[in-house]
């Protein structure tokens, strides 16, 4: 997809109404307050020897930052917001609301931009360091931790 392509989907994703119960489909997550969908993804590394990693990560990156300079054009500049001691407190046993308790559990940050009422999410995200890397994008009203 081309980077405008993702702007239109970040268009809707604002735009729509959230989910009254938590769903998990094929294009994304979702669930009251918050919206999480894949913009783009990698091939999974399952059963590679690690060979086509560097390629795979060099491509999401490159979107990555195509993605965060266009959003940054169209409503400044965004807050990096770290996840690392948001993952540790969900370790610990604390509550970590949706969708920051997902999105802490596959990346170490986000960029974040208010707009509107909601902020807008915008990551690369990787679980069980075997699976595709994904530029997520996400919508929420639901402030960070």
Not at 40 to 62: H, L, M, N
Request: aromatic share 8%.
């Amino acid at each position: 997809m081309t980077t405008a392509e993702h702007l239109d989907t970040i268009d809707r994703l604002l735009a729509r109404e959230f989910p009254a119960e938590p769903v998990r489909t094929g294009d994304g997550s979702g669930g009251p307050g918050f919206h999480l969908v894949p913009l783009s993804r990698t091939r999974d590394f399952w059963e590679d020897d690690g060979s086509g990693r560097p390629e795979a990560v060099e491509q999401i990156s490159a979107e990555y930052g195509a993605v965060v300079q266009a959003v940054t054009d169209r409503w400044g500049e965004p807050q990096v917001f770290g996840l690392g001691t948001v993952l540790e407190r969900a370790f610990e046993g604390e509550g970590i609301a949706e969708p920051w308790n997902e999105l802490c559990d596959g990346t170490d940050h986000v960029h974040l931009w208010r707009v509107g009422e909601r902020w807008l999410v915008v990551c690369v995200t990787q679980w069980h360091g075997e699976g595709p890397y994904l530029l997520t994008a996400g919508a929420t009203v639901i402030d960070p931790p």
